[in-house]
Every structure is written in structure tokens, then in C-alpha cells.
């Protein structure tokens, strides 16, 4: 059964950073890439970003409104993802999901439990 | 503003059928056969209900179905009960700078 489990979320100031991580199981991690969607409170979905597998060089890509603050990387060896995000700010206030492809991969169909992120002085 | 254009609310009483639009453009619903829709109920994290516009993920009931006519994108969901009452959210792979889109999200209200 796939499982991920997101966590590092909380609350920081509009300008800090805060890391998130998604450890994950079931599934073969290093062939898999991994995407970071969010969700502000009473708001839609919002695709964030996502890492390739190291068969695809680690290629990442973001959204418009987090490129060049936010930065995924990811660890094979301990079958987990990270989200680093800095430079925040209130309207990155969210729940943070990791999430994996299903079939065709034209579709998210694993999600984790999701990690809130509030930014506030 | 969200990239796909969904109602905002739909509803209906057990046993009745509902659908939810999905409107996109040509760069994205009606460019892909990659429309795929996610059920959320408060508190919890989406779950896909049908992928590839109308094809059905093990373990979700028939009565959902998923179908696309140009630009726009329907999930229908016949002999509603009250469980499916959540919110649902269609979603798109896109040839822009951002390759998935999301729908503003539409609540169903079972009667």
C-alpha cells in the first residue's frame, strides 16, 4: 500500500523558511517523481512543483507563484521528499500535500495527510 | 482565479443524478485526454474518483462516470447517496509553464 506522510509544517513569519518532508513507502521511491500540490484554507488546489526520478535527472519544475522561493529535492536513500521554502509569505499560507502519480501518469492519485503552513506576524 | 471554471455548488437528493462541469481551453481540457477529477471531504486529502476523463480508479463505485466535449470536462454521479456529499475538484495536464491545472472546486450538497 503506498503511503506518505508529510510533516515539518507550522507557523512562521512572513520572510522565513520552513522545510517540509514527505517519507514515503509502498512503492519503488527512486523511480517515482514526486509533486508538492496545496491548498489554501476554503480555496481550490494548487499545483506547486515537482521532482523527476534520478533516471530523469532530477528535474524539477514549479508554479509561477513559488519559482525561485521554493526548492524540492529529495533523499532515495530515505525514500523521502522536501519542499524548502523561503521568502514566504501570507498568501503561502496552506495545506501542503505531497502527492505521486497513478497510472499513465496523468493523474494524482496517491496523496499524504497534508501539513499546514501558516505564515503570520 | 483557478484555470478551470467549475460551479461553484450543485445539488441533489438521494438517488438523483448530477453533473459538474469542467471548463477549460484548447491548452489544456481540450488539448488532453487527461482530465481527471478528485473527491475531498472536509478535513481529509483528495482522492482521485476518475483519471484519462472517464476511467475509473479500482475500488470507485460505477455510479461516477467522466466523460468531455471540446473544451469541457463532466463528471456525473448517478443514484446519489449521502455519502458523496464533498467537495470535487477536475484537474488537467496543460501544455503551459505549469503542467497541471485545477478547477476551483465545486460543493455537492445531497438533499
Known amino acids: 500500500e503506498v503511503q506518505l506522510v508529510e510533516s515539518g509544517g507550522g507557523l512562521v513569519q512572513p520572510g522565513g523558511s520552513l522545510k517540509l518532508s514527505c517519507a514515503a513507502s509502498?512503492?519503488?521511491?527512486?523511480?517515482?517523481?514526486m509533486h508538492w500540490v496545496r491548498q489554501a484554507s476554503g480555496k481550490g488546489l494548487e499545483w506547486v512543483g515537482r521532482?523527476?526520478?534520478?533516471?530523469?535527472?532530477?528535474?524539477?519544475g514549479y508554479a509561477a507563484s513559488v519559482k525561485g522561493r521554493f526548492t524540492i529535492s529529495r533523499d532515495d536513500s530515505k525514500n523521502t521528499a522536501f519542499l524548502q521554502m523561503n521568502s514566504l509569505k501570507t498568501e503561502d499560507t496552506a495545506v501542503y500535500y505531497c502527492?505521486?502519480?497513478?497510472?499513465?501518469?496523468?493523474?494524482?492519485?496517491?496523496w499524504g495527510q497534508g501539513t499546514l503552513v501558516t505564515v503570520s506576524s | 482565479q483557478s484555470a478551470l471554471t467549475q460551479p461553484a455548488s450543485v445539488s441533489g437528493s438521494p438517488g438523483q443524478s448530477i453533473t459538474i462541469s469542467c471548463t477549460g481551453t484548447?491548452?489544456?481540457?481540450?488539448?488532453?485526454?487527461?482530465v481527471s477529477w478528485y473527491q475531498q471531504h472536509p478535513g481529509k486529502a483528495p482522492k482521485l474518483m476518475i483519471y484519462?476523463?472517464?476511467n475509473r480508479p479500482s475500488g470507485v463505485p460505477d455510479r461516477f462516470s467522466g466523460s468531455k466535449s471540446g473544451n469541457t470536462a463532466s463528471l456525473t454521479i448517478s443514484g446519489l447517496q449521502a455519502e458523496d456529499e464533498a467537495d470535487y475538484y477536475c484537474?488537467?495536464?496543460?501544455?503551459?509553464?505549469?503542467?497541471?491545472?485545477f478547477g476551483g472546486g465545486t460543493k455537492l450538497t445531497v438533499l
Open positions: 502527492t505521486r502519480l497513478g497510472v499513465g501518469a496523468t493523474n494524482f492519485q496517491h
Open positions: 509502498g512503492f519503488t521511491f527512486s523511480g517515482s517523481a
Open positions: 521532482i523527476r526520478s534520478n533516471a530523469n535527472s532530477y528535474a524539477t
Open positions: 484548447s491548452s489544456d481540457v481540450g488539448g488532453y485526454n487527461y
Open positions: 484519462d476523463v472517464s
Open positions: 484537474s488537467s495536464y496543460t501544455s503551459s509553464s505549469t503542467p497541471w491545472v
